[in-house]
């Protein structure tokens, strides 16, 4: 098995088209950020103290200043470019600098300016963001409390009006309220946009945000103002996390940032969205954009591990087979293109699934699409597909380290690192088991809309019947009105399997009837009371959340279906399709065990799936270095030694060393040699 590229009769990638289509709608942008985050000045220093790294990675924030980049999504006539998509492109590809940098900008402009921007006005734009944006205030983003993470509603921080003074008193009404895990809050930050309850004349309105500041020009907190460190954390010591709390803290009646709740100097409140959970969901809204960067950042690094681990295994020789004189290189061993190529196509997918979320996103900020079904359909795609690619980053990365033994054990190699820095992105910007319920809800609600007055026969043909038509809605979220066919006889060959449609319904049936199993347990709760209803939620709530997960795969599955068809080169497009093709029944191999339980799949076709798994990532093999090549990421981006060539000089080095050896007659016989050898003239001496 050759170890380099694909050669002879292999059909061969057009590694720069399909770098290109990597780069997703706004190549230029990401290019642009990587060229940057490809510079000395931006990488991360491995071993600094954690005072150090927080410092460098502030510097390291100017920096990001002066080159203007992180300006893109603000309004053109604050020097920004109104530019969201480019924006968050560009802000993913700092993850290959150092995490921490790409957090720490996130915090200060994705977070804290993006308050300012989506839930202020006229006048919090031209007060605030200014000095935002250029980093005059440094900024916290002062959400999460201590007792309050995923469940934002329920924060006890609260904001009373005064309308003696014009003021709103914040205040942490006890050690729970405190707000934790700050970015900026430790040391750098001087303001924070704090989010409280509320109340005037009385009456609590809800979680709205204001503009407060936190720190002097001395560095100190101001009156009524206190905080921890958070300290050393598990991984992204390079962001200054801490606490704060308030005591009877006062701001100005114009620092509630009032783009969808305002107070006048009466006390009186207003908004123009009058329900207040829509009100509440509106304004959570306006701030996804954490999520939807995580899922790219996420996908970058998982590409990178793959890219460090490939390479090496490409090069790193072990253990003699097929040559007594040459040892194996370790990817043609088949456990180890067991655990990697899957992920490489894992990794792919993602590619192209976020591009078709980043396209969601600039499409509602743009105000194009800014409905509120094109809010409500972005927030499911994000919930949908952050979790998959942050847990996946983390499986990529560890798989990667073992993969690379020793070695990758090595900070100097990288992977150690980034598992560590990583970790965090799978519980923050929303805890993803809590982000798939809430994908696991729309699609009950998009289930209860279709099905409103069915009766149990109706339901139950839901499960066992199936339209022609399976187009997806334009959110994304394909619609649960379709039924769903009887897959005892769709994989009656490994022919079918690699057909596009038997993949795209085996994946599909999937998703409908765990949705209309999970409906059908919850019908009766819709009957009950509260605490029973409650109840029959929370004994679904896992089997609702591992149909979410399926929904999000079969997104993911469907945005690289739709990727092939742009491939123009005949070759990549075929290379790419076996790709896709191990994605897609891959995931029909990891849940085969529902296939089998709900008879979908027989057990011979199982074995079928398996079998044409193991062929596709045998085929893979020749193509894996031109697949990591076209992710361009160059040896600036990579800095890992063990994937820069090294290794493969060593291979070298030795093999050479063991020639010359043999061809000078000096090599010592092997111990086992001189035994076999005694052994044969034993034998020719009995035998006379």
Known sequence: MTTEHATGDEPRIDTEELGRLLLGSWPEQRLSSRRLAGTEAM????????????????????????????????????????????????FEELVLADPSVQIKSGVQWGLFGAAILHLGTEYHHDTFLPDAMSLAVPGAFAMTETGHGSDVSSIATTATFDPDTNEFVIHTPFRAAWKDYLGNAAVHGTAATVFAQLITRGVNHGVHCFYVPI??????????????????????????????HFDSVRVPRRNLLNRYGDVDADGVYSSPIASPGRRFFTMLGTLVQGRVSLDGAATAASALALQIAITYGSQRRQFTTASPDREEVILDYGRHQRRLVPRLATAYAQFFAHDRLLTAFDSVFSGEGDTEDGRQNLETLAAAFKPLS??????????AREACGGAGFLTENRLTSLRADLDVYVTFE??????????????????????????AGTLARFAAEQFADRAVTSSGLRSLAQTVVDFGSTARSVGRLRDEESQRQLLTDRVEAMVAEVAGQLRPASKQGPEEAAAAFNRNQNELIEAARAHAELL?????????????DPDTRRVLTWVRDLFGLGLVEKHLAWYLA????????????????????GRLRPHLLDLVEAFGYGPEHVRAPIASGAEAERQEEAAEYQRRLRESGLAPVPEKKVAAEARARGVAAANG
């Open 43 to 90: 990488q991360r220093i491995e071993g600094l103290g954690m005072d150090e790294h927080r410092e460098r990675v502030l510097s390291q924030l100017h920096l990001l200043v002066e080159d203007g980049q992180v300006h893109r999504a603000f309004p053109t006539r604050l020097g920004g470019q109104d530019d969201h998509g480019g924006n968050i492109a560009a």
């Open 215 to 244: 720190r002097g020009a001395d560095g100190a907190f101001l009156p009524g103002i206190g905080g921890e460190d958070d300290g050393l954390k598990g991984g992204l010591n390079g962001i200054d996390n801490g606490r704060l």
């Open 390 to 399: 942050t847990w996946q980053a983390l499986d990529t990365l560890q798989e």
């Open 430 to 455: 929303g805890d993803n088991n809590v982000l798939l319920q809430l994908v696991g809800k729309r699609l009950l609600g998009d289930f209860a809309r279709q099905f409103s007055g069915a009766d």
């Open 556 to 568: 993911q599955w469907e945005s690289f279906t739709a990727g092939l068809a742009t491939i123009v």
């Open 598 to 617: 709900n008879g979908r799949l027989a057990p011979q076709r199982a074995h079928a799936v398996t079998a044409y798994v193991d062929r596709l990532i």
